[in-house]
């Protein structure tokens, strides 16, 4: 005989207090996955720009940005970094607006990447978490009120 749980019972069949039970629907899984991914990625990539030990960043910027900077490639990427940084912070404490903030840098990334002529790969991948964040956005509308 099938049962259907309200959020009233245990699985025992006695009464409980209330409970939520979204915790368990895969959407709100999604969304926490999402949420965690998209605070951490920003901000480990943001500090990694101080320290390199994943990639010397300032090979990504197109020569036809740096040679519009008013300061260095380097110190750029420097400010890139506490960016990404207060990005990936932002998702983790609001993240209906945070995960459009990392979609629009994303987006940044992506064309600086195009006009590079190179890295396509990358602005591929980029594009693919452009659409997570995004994602992210929208269910963030459902389970972060």
């Not at 940084?85 to 992506?110: C, D, E, F, T």
């Not at 600086?112 to 452009?130: E, K, P, Q, S």
Request: glycine content about 10%.
């Amino acid at each position: 005989m099938a049962h259907t749980i309200t959020g009233r019972e245990s699985v025992f069949g006695g009464r409980t207090g209330a409970f939520d039970i979204t915790a368990a629907a895969p959407a709100y899984q999604a969304y926490q996955i999402l949420r965690l991914a998209f605070t951490a990625a920003p901000v480990l990539a943001g500090l990694d720009k101080f320290f390199h030990l994943l990639v010397n960043w300032d090979m990504y910027l197109a020569p036809a940005v740096a040679r519009m900077l008013p300061i260095g490639a380097h110190q750029f990427m420097l400010a890139v970094g506490v960016i990404e940084i207060i990005a990936g912070l932002l998702v983790a404490i609001r993240p209906k607006i945070g995960a459009y903030v990392v979609a629009a840098w994303l987006l940044g990334i992506i064309c600086n990447l195009l006009l590079a002529g190179a890295y396509y790969d990358i602005a591929l991948r980029d594009f693919g978490l452009m659409l997570g964040a995004v994602a992210l956005g929208r269910l963030a509308t459902e389970y972060n009120k």
